[in-house]
Each structure stands twice: as structure tokens, then as C-alpha cells.
């Protein structure tokens, strides 16, 4: 019998913001690593994300069932923790990275899998650039993920589908509400969002009018500076004609002067500044503006965890990328990161691509200027066209008594083998 | 042949704040008029609920097809238009009950149908009142309707139930993102709720945590006062243990000198009185008490008009409730509300039962003390027992292109027949 070479081990992380669909990445990857094991050994993930490589905090992922592994597929969040936590440059910090090379090596791990948006591309970059240097072969591969939607080459990012479901959705229900109310109460309703600095959510919030089912919706992008007397006049015409309007801000709104607007200073009654949302602010300038009555809602972290209301289009490509990137690693492929290819919006069709890290880093893609309407306040058709299919389908978890039923791992920790090591 | 009298209408409105379910209602009352046309001609609803009655601004639900009246089972908000009407006493403004008899006389409306909360019960409880001492016939039947679930008798109310599957999903799948991010970032996540008066809303937060998942979760009810103190102590204790906290907070939480905890003076730069939510408030109390990163949202209109996901139990009753009272009023009863009976909890059995308007109106049914636990903060098993069968089952909306097809009526106009009537 050939002295077959024990394969090497790979180390999954999820990084930054977690979405509905990010552990639909992490199952797409552990049950493709699993069908592979002539190459690939055992996944290991990192708990709290890097964090859990730096510190050797490495979480046993052959521990759990094929079931709690497939449950994956239907639960929102980091199911192994994520973090918020840049690492430098390598100039700056080599000590990291090298210490990130001697965790892999304690651990004979072969494939770094990093599941994040763009700053994690970035690092994953480093963690391929520096394995070569260094003389150790680790296959390093970038799953994307980002509510933001703002990685190169790919069409669209996985993670972003779902957040759009959610708001065009909520802002078609809402709508449907104050219009029934708009007689004798609510005239205006706000909605805020996330995107702090680009409106591709908020542009969601324009698919909850469509040809069948018209709604005045105003859309603040943060792309377009807030020019008040504009918005409110625009506000007013709607109520004018529709009875009511709905508004969709995107946090990072700012003000001509490049403020945001959500920052114009709300103080409580001792004079401490308070960290408010833009929806209020919006809301007293209509109040102020128009005197009309208002009510307003602010989704925060509910808009991406929502997994019940999550795009089948995106939970599909979530699993697809972290597949693509097991497969890619297997192949030999390095420093690269799955894309997803659009073939044709109608029907909706994609596949999967490739692209390298080198042009993904630090590149970060705009909303295109000819996807808002000429005043701004609104999305073009070529927009929606973009938009619509990442919206598609719908893809339920399954419920007992009520309620969502999402797994919780068990986590079990990897025996250390190395030092302390101190971020 | 027999000379058949021509059997009279029915008029239907919808009142105050409109819900998931209530077009559910309106579905249950037109398609089982539609069953006994021989006991009940045409149904004309309120054009933005009871206005429409007294300017005699009516719609003919006749001219809306099957298809149409079916979609509204899973139509959120209110058809008709509903508003936020009080009609004063009997004493106070007799013109208005006058005027309604009159319209009601013009239109051959012997059936009045309300579908709304307490202040609705107490108006047509003084409709059929009148109605007797006028010497004009009209059977009055109320149709319970309120997430504030607060009416006496019935079980619960038709509304409720979705807002409250909505709120338990939403604080689980929060829970997880803020569990996800908690060891760098966000460590309390702050979710505000309806529900001035009763905590029914906030309980349900509570739901989210179960045995198989536990989530810590601390609930500010409106029905306890806001003990600051008390209130850090327990959510620094839950960080310390669990690494993270869900705080689920009442719009309606009071602090010890019984102001409204929202209201505690928020301004803008200039001074200026600013509308904010209780959540921003909480958010702030961590902040300077803790000094813990947090998070926070505000469900506002999302939370009832979130068809997407209606609890089956509430979809069922809302149609069960409507259809029951056309049935009791054929049968001759009047000034009367079907209820929602619990024959058992596990398994979730119910039937509707009847109970007479004077019962209803005027009475708040209140959260029970012993639904909340010793600290404060929490639900009991017997809040559980009473909740989880509310939220049970989904009742998905069909979707087109990714979005929820929810139907718009026609609502056509019946010609006016009587003079102008001024508000």
C-alpha cells in the first residue's frame, strides 16, 4: 500500500458584520470539505473569527453532525463568532501574520478560508503573499460576504439579497399601513437602513413599488447630499397626490457640508450628545417642515438577521461561493475569491467565477450614478433590473411551536499547542 | 310566488391602528355575506372606517371579484382605509349616531359590522343602542381587532398574535447577530416594541428564548416601573455570563415618578424638543452605566403590518372572528362580539364564542401580575403557556419576483344619496 500523506487540515473564519445567509457560506464549505477528505483533513474554524487563529482559539468542526452542519444552510449570525478586527498592514504588524503561519503549522493546516468583505480579502491576500515568502504552502481563499454589496467583479455579494428582501418587503407592508391610516393619522413614514457609505440597501427599499403595486417612496442615498427644501418638497407632493409617502434614509445620509446627518447634534436634557439614528432626525424636519404626522422605524441588526424572509437567489450563492472556494483550494487554486457571474437578469440566471485577490483588496464598488433617478431620489429602471432577481425566491427555516428552529454548534475547542500570544 | 322582501346590507369599517390580520376579518365578513344572499344584500364598507360612514362616502365591496376578497386573508394594513375616529358620547354628540342611522336608513344597512378595539366596541354598543330607541332595526356586531391584545373576555385578540410572532423572531434572530459580534463589537442589542399601556407586546420578546435556545433577554414592561439601577445590574450580569444581552423595551416604560421614560427631554442642536424613541434612551442608560457597545431598533409599523409573517393561529381567528359575526347577526343577535375560546393550551384547541358589547366596551383586559417574573424583567411559564399558541404556524403570502403580492381593491363608490355632513 502507497504511504498515503495525511491531508492537510483547512481553517474557516467569518469576519466583520454577520448577514442571514454568512453560514450558508461556512455549510457550503465544511459539507464540500467533508465530501473531499482524501484532500482536505479537518476544517478547523476560527472562534471569533481571526481572533480565534491569533489566539490558537480553534473550534473542532468534525465534532458536530452532518445535521447541525446542514442546519447551517437556514441559520442567520456567525455561528462560530465573528469579530471586527483590521489587521494591519504587514509592514506594520508582521508579528501577526507570522504568528497566523505558526498556528496554521502547529495544526498542519494547509487551507485558510476567510469568509468576510473587503478588508478581509485584504487580509487573506497577506496570508497567501506571506505563506509564499515564507516557504509554507497555504492555499488562501476569500468567500465573499457583505450586507454592503460593495466587492469587486462579482455581480453582487452574498449576504446583500436577503438585507434587500427584508426592506422591500417591510417597506411595502409599512407602506400598505399608513396609507390605511393616512385619513386622519400617519401621513409619513420613515424607514432606516444601513450603508453607511453606499445606498445599494436603501435602493432595496424602491422595489416595494412596482408597476402592480404603485407606492410613493423617497429614497435619501448617501450619495446624494440632503438638500431639505428639495426632500420636503418632494414629501409634500406625494401626500399631495398619494395621501401618504414613505421614506427610506440610508444611515450614512449627509448634508451638503459632508456631515451626516444623523450626527446634526441630539442632546438629552443635560446637554449629552446621544448617538440617535437619522430616521428621527429626518422625522422632526418633516415635522418642522410640513407639519404632518409621522412615525418611524429603524431595522438595525433585524434587517440582517433575517433569516425567515431571507432571498432563496442569495442563500443559494452563499452555499455556492463557499463551495466554489473549497473546490478552488482543492484544484490548487490560491489567492483567489469565488465570484458570482450574472448570464442574464430574465430570467435570472448566474454561475460561478473566479477573480483574484490582487483585484478585489481594497477596491470598493460604488453604486453606479445611473441607477438614481435624475432627482435623486429615487432608483432607475436599469436599477431595478440589477436588483430584482437577488431578491428572488423565498427559502423558510424550519419552525417548531412557532418559532425559527436555528442551530447553535457545539463549538468543541481544539487542544492548543502553542503559547500565549498576546493582540 | 312569494313576494321575497329584499333583504337589507351590510355596512363594515375598520378602526384605529390596522394590523397583519384585520383584512383577514374583512375577508371572513364579505365571503360569508356572500354565502346568505338571501339574508344579506350587499356589504358596503367605510371609506377610512366610520368617516366614511357619517359623510356617507361608502364602498361597494360587491364589485370586488372572489379572487380579490380572498386575497385579502393575506393582505395586511386596512382595505377600506381605516382611521383614528372617537366618536364621543351619546350625550356629547347625539348628531353623529343620527347621522349614522340616517345614512344606514338611506342605504337599506340593517347589519353594522366594526371591526376594531375598546373605544370601537363602546361605538357600536351606542349604535345598536340608538338603534332600539330609534325604532330602527340594525343588528350591531363588533369584530375584536387590536395588537394591543387588551379586550375583555375573548382569549386574545386577533392582531396579536402576528405582532407577536413577529417580535419573537425578530429578538431571536438579533440575539444571534449580537451573540455573533459580541466578543469585539456590539454587546447589547436593544429592540423597542408597541404596547403604551400593556406589556402583551413586550412579553413576547420573552418567547424568542427557549430550553433548546437561550437566549438572555431582559424585558422593560410598561406595567413596571424603570428601576435604573436594578435594571444595569441585571444586564451587566448577563454579559458577564452569556458575553451578550437582547433588551426587548415597551414604547409605553415609565420611570418610578410615572413619566414616560421616552419623553425624558431629548433635543436637537437648537433646543429644540425632539420625538425620539424609548430605545435611544435605553441605548444611552448603557452607555454612561456600562459603557457597554450597543446596538438598537425600532419595529414601529414593520412589527403589524409584517404579513410576511403572520402567526396561522391569528390569520385563522381573524377569518373565524369575521365569519362568526355575520353568522350571529343573521341569527338574529345583536350588540354582541364573537370571542376566541381556549378549550387548551397543548395541544392549541379553540372555538369562537359570543360575548354581549356591554362586557366589552369600556373594560381593558390588563397583562396578568404572574405573567411576570419576581424581578421584573421576565415572562413566567404561565405567560408561556398563555403566548405560544399564538404564534403558532405560518401563513406564508403568495410572492411574485420576490415580493409579496398583496391586493389593492377597486373600492368603488355607492352614489351619495344624502346631503353633506360636516365632522
New interface residues.
Given amino acids: 500500500m502507497a504511504n498515503a500523506k495525511k491531508p492537510m487540515n483547512a481553517f474557516y473564519a467569518?469576519s466583520g458584520?454577520?448577514t442571514?445567509v454568512i453560514n450558508a457560506s461556512a455549510c457550503g464549505v465544511i459539507e464540500t470539505a467533508r465530501k473531499h477528505k482524501n484532500k482536505i483533513g479537518t476544517v478547523y474554524a476560527g472562534r471569533?473569527?481571526i481572533?480565534g487563529a491569533l489566539t490558537e482559539d480553534l473550534i473542532d468542526t468534525s465534532k458536530e453532525s452532518a445535521s447541525a452542519i446542514k442546519a447551517l444552510r437556514h441559520?442567520?449570525?456567525?455561528?462560530f463568532?465573528?469579530?471586527?478586527?483590521k489587521m494591519k498592514s504587514l509592514e506594520a504588524n508582521r508579528r501577526e501574520y507570522e504568528r497566523l503561519i505558526e498556528v496554521f503549522k502547529a495544526h498542519n493546516i494547509g487551507y485558510f478560508f476567510y469568509n468576510g468583505g473587503g478588508d478581509s480579502a485584504d487580509t487573506c491576500l497577506k496570508v497567501s503573499q506571506l505563506g509564499e515568502s515564507m516557504g509554507y504552502p497555504i492555499k488562501a481563499v476569500h468567500v465573499p460576504k457583505t450586507v454592503d454589496n460593495d466587492l469587486p467583479i462579482t455581480d453582487n455579494c452574498p449576504g446583500f439579497g436577503s438585507v434587500a428582501?427584508y426592506i422591500?418587503?417591510?417597506t411595502?407592508?409599512?407602506s400598505?399601513?399608513?396609507?390605511?391610516?393616512?385619513?386622519?393619522?400617519t401621513k409619513v413614514?420613515i424607514?432606516e437602513v444601513m450603508g453607511r457609505h453606499a445606498g445599494w440597501i436603501a435602493a432595496a427599499g424602491g422595489?416595494?413599488s412596482?408597476k402592480?403595486?404603485e407606492i410613493p417612496i423617497v429614497i435619501l442615498f448617501p450619495e446624494v447630499s440632503f438638500d431639505k427644501d428639495k426632500f420636503l418638497a418632494k414629501v409634500d407632493a406625494n401626500v399631495k397626490k398619494f395621501g401618504y409617502c414613505t421614506v427610506v434614509v440610508s444611515e450614512g445620509v449627509k448634508s451638503a457640508d459632508g456631515k451626516f446627518l444623523a450626527d446634526?447634534?441630539?442632546?438629552?436634557?443635560f446637554g449629552?450628545a446621544?448617538?440617535?439614528?437619522v430616521?428621527?432626525?429626518v422625522?422632526?424636519i418633516i415635522?418642522?417642515g410640513l407639519g404632518l404626522k409621522y412615525?418611524?422605524?429603524?431595522?438595525?441588526?433585524?434587517q440582517?438577521?433575517?433569516?425567515?424572509?431571507a432571498?432563496k437567489s442569495d442563500v443559494e450563492q452563499a452555499y455556492a461561493t463557499g463551495k466554489a472556494a473549497v473546490e478552488f483550494a482543492i484544484k490548487g487554486h490560491n489567492s483567489v475569491m469565488p465570484t458570482v457571474v450574472r448570464k442574464s437578469s430574465k430570467p435570472y440566471k448566474w454561475t460561478i467565477g473566479m477573480a483574484p485577490l490582487a483585484k478585489v483588496a481594497n477596491v470598493e464598488k460604488m453604486m453606479p450614478t445611473d441607477f438614481i433617478t435624475a432627482d435623486g431620489f429615487g432608483i432607475t429602471a436599469k436599477c431595478r433590473t440589477y436588483l430584482?432577481p437577488l431578491?428572488?425566491?423565498?427559502d423558510?427555516p424550519p419552525?417548531k411551536?412557532?418559532?425559527?428552529?436555528?442551530v447553535?454548534l457545539k463549538n468543541v475547542a481544539v487542544k492548543k499547542k502553542l503559547g500565549v500570544f498576546k493582540l
Fill in positions: 467569518q458584520g454577520v442571514a471569533n473569527g481572533i441559520t442567520p449570525s456567525g455561528a463568532g465573528s469579530c471586527r478586527y428582501k422591500a418587503v417591510s411595502r407592508e409599512a400598505f399601513d399608513v396609507a390605511s391610516m393616512a385619513k386622519t393619522s413614514f424607514l422595489l416595494a412596482t402592480d403595486t446634526q447634534g441630539l442632546r438629552d436634557a449629552h446621544q448617538l440617535g439614528g430616521a428621527p432626525v422625522a422632526s415635522k418642522d412615525h418611524w422605524g429603524v431595522a438595525d441588526y433585524l440582517r438577521a433575517a433569516r425567515h424572509i432571498s430584482e431578491i428572488k425566491g423565498e423558510y419552525y411551536d412557532g418559532m425559527p428552529q436555528y447553535r
